[in-house]
Each structure stands twice: as structure tokens, then as C-alpha cells.
């Protein structure tokens, strides 16, 4: 799903340079595509556990970032991510053990992201 997300971005942003009339839907996949991209973003030697890597890609491919400026998408990676290593470790347990979402452990990681950026957008006054 995130490679087919990142293609039609790219796809779409390609188009959208020669083109003024962008409808809603178009802009939605153009804003979330930019958020994507910050998502994937990584610095140099610094590797990501996989659960972590699930986590994080999983609020941005379900538009968890879409109301956030882009310029917000990298604090909001790191400070949920050490939420959930501090708050919410079962989630990250989980995924690391299955090797996949299921649904008990989506539903607690929906609650988390939830939770999660409420307080973040107060912090950041983007409530």
C-alpha cells in the first residue's frame, strides 16, 4: 500500500506542476504523498526496528499525519515513537512477535496514535 501511495504522489505531483485545477481528491493524495515522504525519511546510520518502521508507516498510509504540517511530520515520528516505547511497549511487542498487525493489536495502536496526537497538536497549538 505505501509503495502504491508514493507512486501515485509521484505521479500526481509530476502532473500537478503543469496543471492549476487540482480537485480535492487529488490534493488529499499530493498532501499525503508530501507526509510519506517526510515519514521515510531517516538520518545516516541510524537504523529503525522493524515494529517501529510498521508504526510509523502505519500513521501515514491511514492519513494520521494528514491535518499536520508537513514541517511537524518528523517531530510527531520521534515523539510517538518514544511514546509508544514508553507508554504503549506491548504494541511494539506484538508487531515484533507476529510479524503483523492483527486486529487486537491495531485497535490498541489506533487508540495509541489517537491519544498520542491530541496532545501533540495542544503542544503544538494546532488543535
Known amino acids: 500500500r505505501l509503495r502504491l501511495d508514493l507512486a501515485q504522489y509521484r505521479e500526481l505531483a509530476a502532473f500537478a506542476q503543469?496543471?492549476?485545477d487540482l480537485d480535492k481528491a487529488t490534493l488529499a493524495r499530493l498532501n499525503r504523498g508530501e507526509r510519506l515522504v517526510e515519514l521515510l525519511?531517516?538520518?545516516?546510520?541510524?537504523?529503525?526496528?522493524?515494529?517501529?518502521?510498521v508504526m510509523s508507516i502505519?500513521?501515514?498510509?491511514?492519513?494520521?499525519?494528514?491535518d499536520l504540517p508537513v514541517d511537524?511530520?518528523?517531530?510527531?515520528?520521534?515523539?510517538?515513537?518514544k511514546f509508544m516505547r514508553t507508554q504503549r511497549p506491548e504494541v511494539g511487542e506484538a508487531i515484533k512477535?507476529?510479524?503483523?498487525?492483527k486486529p487486537e493489536t491495531e485497535a490498541k495502536?489506533?487508540?495509541?496514535?489517537?491519544?498520542?496526537?491530541?496532545?501533540?497538536?495542544?503542544?503544538?497549538g494546532l488543535a
Not at 41 to 53: A, G, I, R, V, W
Not at 58 to 66: E, R
Not at 97 to 101: F, P, S, T
Open 58 to 66: 502505519y500513521t501515514g498510509v491511514n492519513g494520521y499525519l494528514d
Open 41 to 53: 525519511k531517516q538520518d545516516q546510520y541510524c537504523p529503525m526496528p522493524l515494529e517501529e518502521q
Open 18 to 20: 503543469f496543471g492549476s
Open 109 to 124: 495502536l489506533k487508540s495509541a496514535i489517537e491519544e498520542f496526537k491530541k496532545g501533540f497538536k495542544m503542544q503544538y
Open 97 to 101: 512477535k507476529d510479524l503483523e498487525i
Open 72 to 81: 511537524k511530520v518528523r517531530d510527531f515520528e520521534a515523539e510517538f515513537l
